[in-house]
């Protein structure tokens, strides 16, 4: 059963705090990815990476970094957290699109982790 | 910008109907579209890919609909359950092409009703 782990599902945190946020895939993906997710505002590409020490801003990246040292895990980095980041924060995964296991470009997700920052 | 938009009300049915949600598209012409299904707390999940090239792809009781004039996928839930009850995701590759990335829209809550 394919899976991608998310290594927190609830964490509270203080403003000015560094967080680490770690994502997991055991399905040899090339891509993977970090999410936000607001009411209203749907999910929003936070950062993508598609190899390993590769990495591409998405559409909210201010705020954040990425690392991604081995091929199966993805960490999203709150430098200084402040109480606007306060989310849900999902991770995916994905083949490259044009091999056999990328043909519909299909995310898998993790659970989530819902960060409170106070 | 290009954009994907579906209703953000949600929508309530009965137990038994049909449930149809829509996801529009404005300023890029999608090669594919996506739908996702999130239960609260979950991360979404996939459930269908549409192609531009197809009109309809059934799987069970889903059916997708990709109409390129309308810009516009219906998704239908056909007898629909309670157990059907989640938010609804659209998705597609944006205007850069299939690059692995995506673009979501906001997503649209069904409430099944017994």
């Known amino acids: 059963d394919v899976k991608v782990t998310q290594s927190s599902r609830y964490l509270v945190k203080r403003t000015g705090e560094k967080v680490f946020l770690e994502c997991v895939q055991d399905?040899?993906?090339?891509?993977m990815f970090w999410y936000r997710q607001d009411p209203g505002l749907g999910l929003r590409l936070i950062y993508f990476?598609?190899?390993?020490?590769?990495?591409e801003k998405g559409d909210i990246p201010e705020g954040y970094s990425v690392s991604r040292e081995k091929k199966e895990r993805f960490s999203l980095i709150l430098e200084s957290a402040s109480t606007n980041q306060t989310s849900m924060y999902l991770c995916?995964?994905?083949?490259?699109?044009?091999?056999?296991?990328?043909?519909?470009?299909?995310?898998?997700f993790g659970p989530g982790t819902r960060l409170t920052v106070l | 910008s290009q954009k994907i938009e579906q209703n953000s009300e949600a929508l309530n049915i009965q137990e038994g109907k049909t449930a149809t949600l829509t996801c529009n598209y404005t300023?890029?012409?999608?090669?594919?579209l996506q739908w996702y299904r999130q239960d609260p707390g979950r991360g979404p999940v996939f459930l269908l890919l549409i192609r531009e090239n197809e009109k309809e792809k059934r799987k069970e009781r889903l059916k997708v609909t990709f109409d390129t004039t309308l810009k516009q996928s219906l998704f239908h839930i056909t007898a629909s359950q309670p157990a059907d009850s989640a938010t609804y995701l659209c998705?597609?590759?944006?205007?850069?092409?299939?690059?692995?990335?995506?673009?979501f829209g906001q997503g649209t809550t069904l409430q099944v009703k017994p």
């Open positions: 399905m040899d993906h090339e891509n």
């Open positions: 300023n890029y012409s999608p090669a594919y």
């Open positions: 990476s598609y190899d390993v020490k590769m990495k």
């Open positions: 995916a995964s994905s083949s490259n699109p044009g091999t056999p296991a990328g043909s519909y470009n299909e995310q898998f």
């Open positions: 998705a597609s590759p944006g205007r850069s092409g299939n690059t692995g990335k995506l673009i």
